[in-house]
């Protein structure tokens, strides 16, 4: 499957986001800065520049309802942008952190948002009419290490984190006064930062958690070049590993309830499907790459030496180096983040990826037979 559209955009892209109309993508160029470009008929152009964090900023979401937008940065602060005429406002949420904010995701009803951080702790933030500002309510001493990911569950309750312990927990958020007790649901008789679930599968960091359409399937990933998947979540839940020979993935998308893409290390994007009997796979790498020998130089030479100490395998010797090869594909480097951009009765149809090469690259997955599923 090839990209449909290939944006350059800047040298480095860290987190992207798109507007609800799909007309403007929000960009941190791996600076304290977000740069938002509007499509033309010919080419992309800046139209805002957002300038109020102080270092880089680490996540970024747009949320589809109130044309919202939020950022979290290594400087411990998150701002809610609004939209005024012709200008992007700020407003400033106190985050009580003590460490950088890593990452960010509105949920689903946009009535709060959480934000992952380097402290230890998860941050959800939710609009106090009241006193007419931005409050944040703390998730402790549940983490061992970074908040990686976060993801919200259909539910707009439970919430998923990964964290460079190694665990992905899922927490209920229910806030007296935002959400409301739904009759026939048991999430929202839990009582606030609650802990429903420990998954103890990777044995590295873990990265890019997110929840299928339903709510009934959860993956995320480990820096250990493996995915894992969880059914039924809850006190017995039912959990499979898939291993990959590629490199680690950083982020997944559930493109539906059987497939999933993750995107990372290897600069394409890795398609998984489920099969009739719930048995998860790798199927393919989405971008056809070729694989073009490097010229012969000290770095290659470096890296070929430590591959052959490395790579060989316990019962196989290997007299032989081959040269180092860049990866000539779509994406040329790091691949940071995916997001949906068009959805068709619950199934992904288009998405957008953006990486450290500075680009977003939309990817159309209608018309392909092996993503009907």
């Keep these: ?12 892209i860290t987190c992207h986001a798109w507007s609800p109309d ?25 139209v805002h520049v957002l300038q109020k964090h102080d270092q880089i900023i680490s996540g970024i979401d747009w949320s589809t309802g109130s044309n919202k937008i939020v950022t979290v940065s290594h400087d411990r602060n998150s701002y809610v942008w609004n ?22 995701q509105w949920s689903p009803k946009e009535n709060k948002f959480a934000v992952g951080s380097g402290a230890k702790t998860v941050c959800i933030c939710y ?72 998954l103890d599968l990777s044995f590295s960091w873990a990265f890019g958690v997110k929840w299928s359409p339903s709510g009934n399937t959860l993956a995320y990933v480990g820096h250990n070049s493996m995915i894992y998947f969880v059914d039924d ?45 719930g048995v998860w796979n790798f199927v393919k790498l989405l971008d056809q790459r070729k694989l073009v020998p490097s010229s012969t130089n000290y770095g290659s030479q470096l890296s070929g030496a430590f591959g052959k100490l490395y790579g060989q395998s316990k019962n196989i010797s290997n007299d032989t180096v081959e040269p180092s090869r860049s990866r000539v594909g779509v994406h040329s480097n790091l691949i940071t983040s995916i997001v949906p951009l068009k959805m068709v009765d619950g199934a992904v149809k288009r998405f957008s990826t953006s990486g450290l090469d500075g680009r977003v690259v939309v990817w159309d997955l209608e018309n392909q037979a092996e993503f009907s599923l």
């Design 127 to 198: 609009y106090e009419q009241e006193n007419n500002w931005w409050v944040s309510k703390l998730i402790r001493k549940r983490h061992n290490s970074s908040v990686t990911g976060v993801a919200w569950h259909p539910d707009n309750i439970l919430l998923a984190t990964t964290s460079t312990d190694g665990k992905c927990r899922i927490f209920s958020t229910f806030i007296k006064g935002v959400d409301s007790r739904d009759a026939g649901t048991t999430s929202s008789d839990l009582k606030f930062g609650e802990q429903i679930v420990q």
């Design 233 to 277: 979540v809850g006190p017995s839940p039912s959990a499979q590993s898939v291993a990959f020979s590629d490199l680690p993935l950083r982020d997944v998308l559930f493109v539906s309830e059987r497939m999933v893409i993750g995107v990372g290390f290897d600069c394409s994007p890795m398609f998984f499907t489920a099969d009739e009997r």
């Design 1 to 12: 499957m090839a990209a449909t559209a290939v944006h350059q955009l800047a040298q480095c």
């Design 22 to 46: 799909q007309t403007m993508v929000a960009i941190c160029p791996n600076s304290n800065e977000v740069h938002i470009y509007k499509s033309s008929p010919d080419k992309w152009e800046q």
């Design 83 to 104: 939209q005024e005429a012709s200008e992007w406002v700020p407003t400033l949420v106190i985050l009580r952190l003590n460490r950088a904010a890593l990452c960010v």
